[in-house]
């Protein structure tokens, strides 16, 4: 049997989906071992089958991000596209029709206007002042309804007077929206997402046919401040892209008689306020159901109070659909309990820290105040404990019942990260009456993990959710204290992502913001998409940092690997060799101070090292945050000048890689002398004559070892040095953000495998399972966010970034490799000395299912059971025992004697 599933076009699912350059891919499935693709043919097609392109029949084993090669397509449409692959057995499988739809593909078809409300808004009057921030002088919005500003409506009434074939409507907002169209909302939450504004603003798409009716019909929406207007990132500012709220719509009607007609916003739109008295991403929601007005979106709504709207030229050139993974809610469940505190609150416990919002629904007198205020974590005594400080995070949603009886209430226009949240207002509460909305941007979870050690298991599960919980639009640092895309936690962790989930597109996105953030001269910021209050900060002329910003150079790779899609890698080349010419300048006209009366020959190797400036350095060592993120700079400062270069001879190592690649021999030569010069340099400046290296941190050591930054005879003495600092700590780890990922692979790589075990199984703090064991349900920001003795801080306690050890795991453990990019050739080596007795996990790779289970009988046998897909090879590794194969599904054993 052959078959091809998984079909994708431009990596998206949704029905929202907008596409002007389709790209095409699909997976296989042979129960036939060896089985290959050795054709494919694509048909693009009409709805109503007219074939518009097809790609003839492409001798080729390529099945994934293959392009659209045909005609301009048209505006507004759907299409239906349909593959068939040739086996090497000469089969043939065909996909089950897949659709794309296209927006508006040719400027001069927009008919639109951007409106905005003429109505004064309250003035912008958030701290600005770092100091404060971090002295936590920065309290929560007190009464938030006297500071924010409502909600916008936008309505208008148009009439058609033909028979209507289909309607599509096409939408975004400066702030987030939903739209109406008689009555009907239309939107996916947080719509239009969070991109770089200033560059380009996306819309949705919506079939709003069975809305739409022949005669009169009303077009409304109601504008958010979303991330365009909110208080938003670290400071908590308003405003940061803009001061009024806008909305844009147009409708392509089609009529029966096979007239088309461009309807959209203008001038005869009208604006108003309702029951949405705020709405703030980080201060929460205000509703106030007694100004509800249902009738605003009928045709004989009397336009009391709203005011003509605002004509506002702000271009077209801006506007794209929106073709990735949008923002859902990926899980509806029920939650865990409802708790008394001692203190008498009412406390709702939704049984794991997610990224959304709390429905409820009960009865209460008209005009009762309920409010919902999110937190992480509980104090010590069981108490409501808000663990996120700083301005403007209140995550706390109000509720005000409009009359007698049954209520409901979902917040629409804001998020939060949380497992517990107090509810005041209502006493009489059941747990039905409760649902958690995980609110993440849908992606496909490609890759499943379960073995013998049920903490392990817990621990890939808290990695799941902390992934799931921090990608919404953009990859997040954590959905409660700042929803930033900070680059480096995204470059520790890629590995780990693009094996839980799809993150092509996802991730392809993001990078083309950083593109579009990068600096004149080549800096990256460290959080993308930028902000302007990022600079109320750090007010220097760097805005980069080493470990951060390689994330430009780092994450592309990182694609590629898993993926195998070249373009990824040439979409952003341009950009990886503006920030390594950047690094190189920096590096060659500066040097340290207090260095003076250097030799040619000193002078020469400062040339290499990058280590002035400002870093995060080894961000988080545990031993310099004892008190969470107290004082996070501790490290940075003592750690950066040995970080920075390391990590430049880690990102010229990728470029050597990247450029050969990409066929760039002569770029691929200078990359490996810069390299090689960083080395000399390193070994030359860091690694004294007692052999150790001048800053005496295990994270510095793992990073020298990883980056091959020491002659091969110094590094043994590098390898037992970094073992003695782990058992002089307890035997836990004591590495940050840039040497956790690598950690457990340099002890792994140079025969140090029980030491890398100890290291994962230890439950003293700081170590992953202290967590678990502390009740972790995500990964924390801070190994020590909830203290030895109970204690809580105030960090995140949901951080992906320390979750990146899943990689190690999925390799080393379940010993599921990827060799070739793409996984075209994997290694299968389980290690049965890991401490479990048996393991199972699959990842879906671009070429189809992968999987792997293992088992121990009696710690004489081991049973392994492997499927690997078409056009895919495996070297599998039992012991001493080696055999390749093709794909197919296979059943090894091995006695051991």
């Given at each position: 049997?052959?078959?091809?599933?998984?079909e994708?076009?431009?990596?998206?699912?949704?029905p929202?989906?907008?596409?002007?350059?389709?790209?095409?891919?699909?997976?296989?499935?042979?129960?036939?071992e060896?089985e290959?693709?050795?054709?494919y043919?694509?048909?693009?097609?009409?709805m109503?089958?007219?074939?518009?392109?097809?790609?003839?029949k492409?001798?080729?084993e390529?099945?994934h991000?293959?392009?659209?090669?045909?005609?301009?397509?048209?505006?507004?449409?759907?299409?239906?596209?349909?593959?068939t692959?040739?086996?090497?057995?000469?089969?043939?499988a065909?996909?089950?029709?897949?659709?794309?739809?296209?927006?508006i593909?040719?400027?001069?078809?927009?008919?639109?206007?951007?409106?905005?409300p003429d109505?004064k808004?309250?003035?912008?009057?958030?701290?600005?002042?770092?100091?404060?921030?971090?002295?936590g002088?920065?309290?929560?919005?007190?009464n938030?309804e006297e500071?924010?500003?409502?909600?916008?409506?936008?309505r208008k009434?148009?009439?058609?007077?033909?028979?209507?074939?289909?309607?599509?409507?096409?939408?975004?907002?400066?702030?987030?929206?939903?739209?109406?169209?008689?009555?009907?909302?239309?939107?996916?939450?947080?719509?239009?997402?969070?991109?770089?504004?200033?560059?380009?603003?996306e819309?949705?798409?919506?079939?709003v046919?069975?809305?739409f009716?022949?005669?009169k019909?009303?077009?409304g929406?109601?504008?958010?401040?979303?991330?365009?207007?909110?208080?938003?990132?670290?400071?908590?500012?308003?405003?940061?892209?803009?001061?009024?709220?806008?909305?844009?719509?147009?409708?392509?009607?089609?009529?029966?008689?096979?007239?088309?007609?461009?309807?959209?916003?203008?001038?005869?739109?009208?604006?108003?306020?309702?029951?949405?008295?705020?709405?703030?991403?980080?201060?929460?929601?205000?509703?106030?159901?007694?100004?509800?007005?249902?009738?605003?979106?009928?045709?004989?709504?009397?336009?009391r109070n709203?005011?003509?709207?605002?004509?506002?030229?702000?271009?077209y050139?801006?506007?794209?659909?929106?073709?990735?993974?949008t923002?859902?809610?990926?899980?509806?469940?029920?939650?865990k309990?409802?708790?008394?505190?001692?203190?008498?609150?009412?406390?709702?416990?939704?049984?794991?820290?997610i990224s959304?919002?709390?429905?409820?629904?009960?009865?209460?007198?008209?005009?009762?105040?309920i409010k919902?205020e999110?937190?992480?974590?509980?104090?010590?005594e069981?108490n409501?404990?808000?663990?996120?400080?700083?301005?403007n995070?209140?995550q706390?949603?109000?509720?005000i019942?409009?009359?007698?009886?049954a209520?409901?209430?979902?917040?629409?226009?804001?998020?939060?990260?949380?497992?517990?949240?107090?509810?005041?207002?209502?006493?009489?509460?059941?747990?039905?009456d409760?649902q958690?909305?995980?609110?993440?941007?849908?992606?496909?979870?490609?890759?499943?993990?379960?073995?013998?050690n049920?903490?392990?298991?817990?621990l890939?599960?808290n990695?799941?959710?902390?992934?799931?919980g921090?990608?919404l639009?953009?990859p997040?640092?954590?959905?409660?204290?700042?929803?930033a895309?900070?680059?480096?936690?995204?470059?520790?962790?890629a590995?780990?992502?693009?094996?839980?989930?799809?993150?092509?597109?996802?991730?392809?996105?993001?990078l083309?913001?950083?593109?579009?953030?990068?600096?004149e001269?080549?800096?990256?910021?460290?959080?993308?998409p930028?902000?302007?209050?990022?600079?109320?900060i750090?007010?220097?002329?760097?805005?980069c940092?080493?470990?951060?910003?390689?994330?430009?150079?780092?994450?592309?790779?990182?694609?590629?690997?898993?993926?195998?899609?070249?373009?990824?890698?040439k979409?952003?080349?341009?950009?990886?060799?503006?920030?390594?010419?950047?690094?190189?300048?920096k590096?060659?006209?500066e040097?340290?101070?207090g260095?003076?009366?250097l030799?040619?020959?000193?002078k020469?190797?400062?040339?290499?090292?990058?280590?002035?400036?400002?870093h995060y350095?080894?961000?988080?060592?545990?031993s310099?945050?004892?008190t969470?993120?107290?004082?996070?700079?501790?490290?940075a400062?003592?750690?950066?000048?040995?970080?920075?270069?390391?990590?430049?001879?880690?990102?010229?190592?990728?470029?050597?890689?990247?450029?050969?690649?990409?066929?760039?021999?002569a770029?691929?030569?200078?990359f490996?002398?810069?390299?090689?010069?960083?080395?000399?340099?390193?070994?030359h400046e860091?690694?004294?004559a007692?052999?150790?290296?001048?800053?005496?941190?295990?994270?510095?050591?793992?990073?020298?070892?990883?980056?091959?930054?020491?002659?091969d005879?110094?590094?043994?003495?590098?390898?037992?040095?970094?073992?003695?600092?782990i058992?002089e700590?307890?035997?836990?780890?004591?590495?940050?953000?840039?040497?956790m990922?690598?950690?457990?692979?340099?002890?792994?790589?140079?025969?140090?495998q029980?030491?890398?075990?100890?290291?994962?199984?230890?439950?003293?703090?700081?170590?992953?399972?202290?967590?678990?064991?502390?009740?972790?349900?995500?990964?924390?920001e801070?190994?020590?966010?909830?203290?030895?003795?109970?204690?809580?801080?105030?960090?995140?306690?949901?951080?992906?970034?320390?979750?990146?050890?899943?990689?190690?795991?999925?390799r080393?453990?379940?010993?599921?490799?990827?060799?070739?990019?793409?996984y075209r050739?994997v290694?299968?080596?389980?290690?049965?000395?890991c401490?479990?007795?048996?393991?199972?996990?699959?990842?879906?790779?671009?070429?189809?299912?992968?999987s792997?289970?293992?088992?121990?009988?009696?710690?004489?046998?081991?049973?392994?059971?492997?499927?690997i897909?078409?056009?895919?090879?495996?070297?599998?590794?039992?012991?001493?025992?080696?055999?390749?194969k093709?794909?197919g599904?296979?059943?090894?054993?091995?006695?051991?004697?």
């Open positions: 049997m052959y078959l091809v599933y998984g994708k076009c431009c990596g998206q699912k949704k929202s989906a907008l596409v002007s350059n389709p790209i095409f891919s699909w997976r296989l499935k042979s129960d036939r060896n290959k693709q050795t054709g043919e694509i048909h693009v097609k009409t109503d089958g007219k074939t518009i392109w097809t790609s003839g492409v001798i080729s390529k099945v991000g293959i392009p659209y090669e045909g005609p301009q397509l048209e505006s507004a449409k759907d299409y239906l596209w349909i593959v692959s040739s086996s090497e057995a000469g089969e043939c065909v996909s089950k029709p897949q659709f794309f739809s296209t927006g593909l040719e400027q001069d078809l927009w008919k639109a206007k951007w409106i905005e109505l808004r309250k003035v912008c009057e958030d701290e600005t002042e770092a100091w404060k921030l971090f002295a002088m920065m309290p929560y919005l007190e938030p500071k924010l500003n409502p909600c916008t409506y936008f009434v148009i009439e058609v007077d033909k028979k209507i074939k289909n309607v599509k409507a096409f939408a975004t907002a400066h702030g987030i929206y939903e739209l109406y169209i008689n009555g009907t909302a239309y939107g996916n939450p947080l719509a239009p997402g969070y991109t770089v504004y200033k560059e380009y603003q819309y949705q798409g919506y079939d046919t069975d809305s009716k022949e005669g019909n009303v077009l929406a109601v504008v958010a401040d979303g991330w365009y207007l909110g208080k938003v990132g670290l400071m908590g500012v308003g405003n940061q892209y803009g001061e009024n709220p806008a909305f844009f719509m147009q409708l392509v009607i089609n009529y029966e008689d096979g007239t088309m007609e461009m309807v959209g916003t203008d001038a005869d739109f009208v604006a108003g306020a309702g029951a949405y008295l705020y709405a703030d991403l980080f201060v929460g929601e205000g509703y106030d159901a007694r100004k509800e007005n249902d009738c605003w979106t009928n045709c004989e709504y009397q336009n709203w005011k003509p709207v605002v004509i506002k030229d702000y271009g050139h801006p506007l794209r659909g929106s073709a990735d993974e923002a859902a809610f990926v899980r509806i469940e029920k939650a309990e409802i708790l008394r505190s001692p203190k008498g609150e009412l406390i709702v416990n939704a049984g794991e820290n959304g919002v709390l429905g409820v629904k009960g009865n209460a007198s008209a005009g009762t105040v919902l999110y937190c992480e974590v509980l104090d010590k069981g409501y404990l808000q663990n996120i400080l700083g301005q995070k209140n706390t949603d109000v509720y019942t409009g009359k007698d009886g209520f409901y209430y979902r917040p629409k226009f804001t998020f939060h990260g949380f497992q517990y949240v107090r509810i005041s207002g209502i006493e009489d509460l059941k747990l039905e409760i958690i909305y995980v609110l993440a941007s849908d992606m496909e979870r490609t890759g499943e993990f379960i073995c013998s049920a903490k392990l298991n817990q890939q599960e990695i799941f959710r902390s992934q799931q921090n990608m639009y953009v997040t640092d954590c959905p409660q204290r700042e929803k895309g900070w680059t480096g936690d995204m470059q520790a962790y590995p780990t992502a693009a094996y839980l989930m799809d993150v092509e597109a996802f991730l392809g996105k993001w083309e913001n950083m593109r579009l953030e990068q600096q001269d080549g800096q990256v910021p460290h959080v993308i930028d902000i302007p209050s990022n600079r109320y750090d007010h220097s002329k760097e805005i940092s080493s470990g951060w910003a390689d994330a430009c150079v780092i994450v592309p790779y990182r694609l590629f690997m898993a993926y195998g899609n070249k373009e990824i890698l979409e952003n080349y341009a950009m990886m060799l503006k920030w390594m010419k950047y690094v190189e300048e590096a060659a006209s040097i340290p101070q260095l003076h009366d030799t040619e020959e000193q020469e190797y400062q040339k290499y090292l990058w280590n002035t400036g400002f350095g080894d961000w988080l060592i545990p310099l945050s004892r969470g993120v107290a004082d996070p700079m501790k490290g400062e003592m750690t950066k000048e040995l970080v920075a270069p390391a990590m430049y001879a880690y990102t010229s190592g990728l470029m050597v890689e990247i450029c050969e690649t990409l066929g760039e021999k770029e691929a030569e200078r490996r002398g810069i390299n090689q010069k960083i080395k000399e340099a390193y070994t860091y690694l004294m007692d052999g150790h290296l001048k800053l005496d941190y295990q994270g510095i050591y793992v990073l020298a070892l990883q980056m091959d930054l020491v002659p005879d110094k590094k043994e003495f590098l390898l037992n040095h970094l073992i003695e600092l058992k700590n307890d035997g836990c780890l004591d590495t940050g953000f840039l040497s990922p690598f950690l457990l692979d340099v002890l792994y790589e140079n025969g140090r029980e030491e890398a075990y100890k290291l994962l199984y230890q439950e003293k703090c700081p170590s992953w399972l202290y967590e678990i064991n502390k009740g972790a349900n995500t990964i924390w801070s190994w020590t966010n909830i203290s030895e003795d109970d204690v809580r801080s105030s960090s995140s306690y949901n951080h992906f970034a320390f979750g990146s050890v899943g990689d190690f795991i999925y080393r453990m379940l010993g599921l490799q990827c060799v070739e990019p793409g050739r290694k299968i080596k389980p290690d049965i000395n401490g479990l007795n048996w393991a199972k996990g699959t990842f879906e790779s671009v070429y189809g299912l992968i792997v289970a293992w088992s121990l009988v009696d710690q004489k046998k081991m049973i392994l059971d492997v499927e897909p078409p056009n895919t090879t495996a070297e599998i590794v039992l012991g001493d025992h080696v055999v390749n093709g794909s599904k296979y059943h090894l054993e091995k006695i051991f004697e």
